[in-house]
């Protein structure tokens, strides 16, 4: 019993050990491109023997796409954090939780949009990874359910990738508040549905309400686009 306890309090230190890694190369990544970084550096600037980054990542690489993952989970975690509210809260909740992370983990948020300075094929592909999760989210909030037709999603993700540039301007200029962005943002959203609507009638979109419950904001009626 006491060698299973020691085991466990050892795998408490492990992932804490870990996570602390982890949070330092955010930083130092979100400001510095992959190769002008040495192992020598990253062990230097986290106070530990270079073998230890060795132990818990096997590799320079490996340290660094850890880093990407551990972001995109806590991006998606709170961005998708609405439970069972309907439809219509569950997109104001993701919108929310999305600029609340940008807000307070800026520098994860920039090295998970931008792959930090420099261009890493890999890192592209966790941030396209990121974005379809995301569009599944807003559908699931919009429609009820993850998968739209392919010019929907398309649609979708030409609003996200705006809300992208729009957010990293944001936290670096912060000359506008959050609940004016989301407000905006949730706006955007609605018109973007009621374009997909028109394109795409097996995917209505929702009735909204502005946050104070009162007007509906409704997207122009769907029309359609059959030739004469």
């Not at 990293?168 to 004016?180: A, K, N, P, Q």
Request: overall charge negative.
């Amino acid at each position: 019993m006491k060698n299973s306890e020691q085991r466990a309090r050892g795998t408490d230190r492990s992932v804490a050990r870990r996570a602390e890694l982890i949070a330092i190369g955010r930083k130092l990544f979100a400001d510095t491109s992959y190769d002008a970084l040495s192992m020598d550096d990253i062990a230097q600037h986290a106070g530990v023997a270079k073998g230890l980054i060795y132990y818990y990542f096997t590799s320079k690489r490996g340290y660094y796409l850890a880093i990407i993952e551990d972001s995109v989970g806590d991006l998606l975690d709170l961005a998708s954090g609405a439970g069972d509210l309907p439809p219509v809260d569950r997109v104001h909740r993701t919108i929310d939780g999305y600029l609340r992370y940008a807000e307070h983990h800026q520098a994860a948020y920039r090295t998970i949009i931008t792959g930090g300075v420099g261009f890493d094929a890999e890192v592209q592909a966790i941030r396209n990874g990121v974005r379809e999760e995301m569009i599944a989210t807003i559908a699931r909030g919009a429609y009820g359910k993850p998968d739209v037709p392919e010019l929907a999603r398309i649609a979708l993700l030409g609003w996200l990738c705006s809300v992208e540039g729009v957010t990293l301007d944001w936290i670096g200029r912060r000359e506008v508040e959050r609940d004016t962005l989301r407000a905006l943002l949730v706006r955007t959203l609605v018109e973007t549905l009621g374009v997909i609507a028109e394109f795409e009638p097996g995917c209505p979109a929702p009735v909204t309400t502005d946050e104070e419950g009162g007007a509906g904001i409704r997207p122009r009626p769907p029309r359609s686009f059959a030739r004469d």
